[in-house]
């Protein structure tokens, strides 16, 4: 009689067990549901879900448990990897463009350099004089007789000058 109550009092245990279990299991599925409803995760995970990749993604996690020595572990690490760099490069360039459209196109600086030249009234008015005279010379230019050297060993010397030295 001793064996049937134990009997009895196991198979009490083990209903309990089953209904705490069925009560967990009800419990995980409304906070399931109600992380997939409120989450980003949750949200991506049901899009999956609807789209009917889910068998997809389950195939390949299954694919896992064969472990490191498969080719789809392989494949899917080295695919990993890849995206792992894609969306680093990606991160990268999004903060520069956020970064640029903050200061602009371009960081110009402008420096100005000013020179201090001390410059007298004689010099001033030597300049005035030297343009007035490039001026006046140019439109008289026409006017004056030119010298045309006829010694070519010295092109500054007229004949009567030349004259006068040899007497």
Known sequence: MADKDADFL???????????????????AQLRQEWRETTWA?????????????????????SFEGGQDTTSFYLSSLIYRIGTIVASILFVYAMGRI???LVGEEIVIN??????????????????RLAREKLNGDENK????????????DG??????????LD
């Open 10 to 28: 196991n198979y009490v245990d083990s209903v309990k067990r089953k209904e705490t279990l069925k009560e967990n299991e009800a419990l995980a």
């Open 42 to 62: 949750g949200g991506l995970i049901l899009l999956v879900e609807k789209a009917g990749l889910a068998n997809f993604f389950l195939s390949i996690g299954e």
């Open 99 to 101: 970064f640029n459209a």
């Open 111 to 128: 420096q100005e350099i000013v020179i201090v030249e001390e410059v007298t009234r004689a010099q001033v008015e030597e300049e005035e």
């Open 142 to 153: 026409g006017d004056k007789d030119e010298v045309v050297p006829t010694n070519k060993s």
């Open 156 to 165: 500054t010397k007229n004949e009567e000058e030349r004259e006068a030295e």
